[in-house]
């Protein structure tokens, strides 16, 4: 089982770590968007294809429908509202450091649950994860960052893309524990979509962008969004959320390689030290240490 669950963490790992440098290299042609409306569509055409070619059209048509308004605030909390948040950011950051900063999402899963979950409330090592994670934004974000305010920005609009993650998460678990996985990302790909496509056209350039950015959209269309959440959810299925989890560790140091070796970006001391606090506060603050003694929950995918 160890062999099969390690090729396909590593692989999207891969995908999604990936997806700040195809990000990056969007934005010189793109704004934000317009490359997040052109990536949902192309992610909820295929995810929709798949599924009317699993149930056929009558039952996915509705299985979409059943999902109702709850696919829609999941679809802004998960999609919509996050992608684009991280393509701003993107404006004013390296990939890398992108990467870091999104890597807070089970930080504020456990911060969110003092209110929402109150039997899951962060108390001892949790709550100590929770500082740390909060301790590493701070080295991130530095108290007079290279690169002018326009960076800290540019972070703290990932660290919020990270809080729609949390929500989601949640609400997930609240809506979605019933519905298969697929109709899960069809339907909310689709919403996300919707909410996006009048603020995409409304950004879309004047001039047809380059085969380059085109295929930067599609890599984070097909890649990280339809492939990467159909792979996601038959982890979870196979083998837990908490070992599908594990991804949360591995995707920074996929995209600072990506952003070191492509794009000729640094990885200065305080990304180390900042990630390095994050992942600890996440291993703490995820109550990990205990998820072999609690019911493991139903994630929303927090897909870069």
């Known amino acids: 089982m160890a062999r099969?669950?390690?090729?396909?963490?590593?692989?999207?790992?891969?995908?999604?770590g990936?997806?700040?440098?195809?990000?990056?290299?969007?934005?010189?042609?793109?704004?934000?968007?317009?490359?997040?409306?052109?990536?949902?569509?192309l992610a909820?055409?295929?995810?929709?294809?798949?599924?009317?070619?699993?149930?056929?059209?009558?039952?996915?048509?509705?299985?979409?429908?059943?999902?109702?308004?709850?696919?829609?605030?999941?679809?802004v909390l998960n999609g919509a509202l996050p992608f684009w948040l991280i393509a701003w950011g993107e404006k004013h950051i390296d990939s890398g450091i992108a990467s870091i900063a999104n890597a807070t999402v089970p930080i504020f899963v456990a911060l969110l649950a003092i209110r929402l979950r109150p039997s899951e409330r962060s108390t001892g090592l949790r709550l100590v994860g929770?500082?740390?994670?909060?301790?590493?934004?701070?080295?991130?974000?530095?108290?007079?960052?290279?690169?002018?305010?326009?960076?800290v920005a540019g972070t703290l609009a990932v660290v919020l893309s990270s809080i729609s993650y949390a929500r989601?998460?949640?609400?997930?678990?609240?809506?979605?524990?019933?519905?298969?996985?697929?109709?899960?990302?069809?339907?909310t790909t689709l919403a996300g979509a919707v909410?996006?496509?009048?603020?995409?056209?409304?950004?879309?350039?004047?001039?047809?962008?380059?085969?380059?950015?085109l295929g930067s959209v599609a890599a984070l269309g097909i890649g990280a969004?339809?492939?990467?959440?159909?792979?996601?959810?038959?982890?979870?299925?196979?083998y837990g959320s908490?070992?599908?989890?594990?991804?949360?560790?591995?995707?920074?140091?996929?995209?600072?390689?990506?952003?070191?070796?492509?794009?000729?970006?640094g990885v200065p001391a305080s990304a180390v030290l900042g990630l390095t606090l994050i992942l600890a506060g996440v291993a703490l603050g995820s109550g990990v240490f205990r998820l072999g003694r609690r019911r493991e929950p139903i994630p929303a995918s927090p897909q870069p």
């Open 4 to 16: 099969g669950f390690v090729l396909p963490l590593l692989v999207l790992s891969g995908l999604w």
């Open 18 to 41: 990936a997806s700040y440098l195809f990000i990056k290299v969007a934005l010189d042609e793109l704004e934000p968007a317009a490359m997040m409306a052109l990536r949902l569509l």
């Open 44 to 75: 909820s055409s295929i995810l929709a294809g798949v599924l009317i070619a699993q149930v056929g059209w009558r039952k996915a048509v509705a299985d979409v429908r059943d999902t109702g308004r709850h696919a829609f605030v999941l679809g």
């Open 130 to 151: 929770v500082l740390l994670g909060f301790a590493g934004v701070a080295v991130l974000v530095g108290l007079d960052p290279k690169g002018g305010w326009w960076v």
């Open 168 to 187: 989601g998460n949640l609400y997930a678990q609240d809506h979605f524990a019933r519905t298969a996985p697929l109709v899960i990302s069809t339907s």
């Open 195 to 213: 909410v996006l496509l009048p603020f995409g056209l409304a950004q879309l350039p004047a001039d047809a962008p380059s085969w380059k950015t």
């Open 225 to 238: 969004t339809a492939i990467g959440s159909f792979l996601l959810y038959r982890m979870i299925k196979a």
């Open 242 to 265: 908490a070992r599908a989890a594990l991804v949360t560790y591995l995707l920074p140091a996929f995209a600072l390689f990506y952003g070191a070796v492509f794009l000729d970006e």
